[in-house]
Structure formats: structure tokens, C-alpha cells
């Protein structure tokens, strides 16, 4: 991947299109820290082309990648609700199970999703 140049504004987001094998996973794991770069990569004000994995967990909370598939993203041992929540086992570790239950409900219905369906895995969709 060559030669890519990426501002965004405050909370907003994008996607990434193209062709299998043109680079969108690697510039999404290049952007995320999660392979090598020779480039500039700047998050606000700060040059993260070289952060360590420590310097990175902080900004790894606001920065997020989605692959498409989806197989190769989730875990067919957890239902669709555990995906949603297990996020929020570890950035809002004060909520209960029932709350993080209830944000999994929210965000299926967000998603025109019926709530029960929290309770299939992956595969069942």
C-alpha cells in the first residue's frame, strides 16, 4: 500500500473499498499499529508511526477496524451478545451483566436487529 493520505474530523468514519488483495486489512492494521509502517501515521496532534503497544492501548479505545468477514472476526464460541458486550467487560468494567445485557439490546435494535437474536452465534445468522 502506497501513497495514501487519510484526515478525518472528530467522530467521524469512514470505510474502506476495493478490490480483495488492493491493502484495505494491511493499511487498517498499519493505521491500528498492529503491522510495521514506513509512513507518518498521525492521531490528533500525535505522531503514532512509532508508538509502542503501551502507548498505543490508551488510543486503541477511540480507534476501531471491522473486517468483513465475519468469520474471521468472531468467535463462533460466543453468542452475538457476548460479542457485543465482551468490549465492554474491559472499557466500562463497572457495569453489570445486566446493563451490558441491555446495551447488547440497544445495539441490536439499533441495527434493526431483534433483540433475541443476542442469544445466536455467528454462524445462526
Known amino acids: 500500500v502506497d501513497n495514501i493520505s487519510i484526515r478525518l474530523k472528530?467522530?467521524?468514519t469512514i470505510g474502506?473499498?476495493?478490490e480483495s488483495g488492493s491493502g484495505k486489512?494491511?493499511?487498517g492494521r498499519?493505521?491500528?499499529r498492529l503491522l510495521p509502517s514506513d509512513g507518518l501515521i498521525r492521531f490528533g496532534d500525535r505522531d503514532i508511526s512509532d508508538a509502542d503497544r503501551q502507548a498505543m492501548r490508551p488510543l486503541r479505545r477511540q480507534l476501531q477496524l471491522v473486517f468483513q468477514d465475519p468469520f474471521g472476526s468472531l468467535s463462533p464460541r460466543m453468542t452475538v451478545g457476548?460479542?457485543?458486550t465482551e468490549g465492554l467487560l474491559v472499557h466500562e468494567p463497572s457495569l453489570t451483566g445486566k446493563q451490558r445485557d441491555q446495551r447488547a439490546v440497544e445495539?441490536?435494535?439499533?441495527?434493526g436487529l431483534?433483540?433475541?437474536s443476542r442469544n445466536r452465534y455467528?454462524?445462526?445468522f
Not at 445495539?107 to 441495527?111: G, I, K, P, T
Open 122 to 124: 455467528p454462524h445462526e
Open 30 to 32: 498499519a493505521l491500528l
Open 107 to 111: 445495539a441490536l435494535r439499533e441495527v
Open 25 to 27: 486489512s494491511t493499511l
Open 82 to 84: 457476548q460479542v457485543i
Open 114 to 116: 431483534d433483540p433475541n
Open 10 to 12: 472528530r467522530n467521524q
Open 16 to 18: 474502506i473499498v476495493g
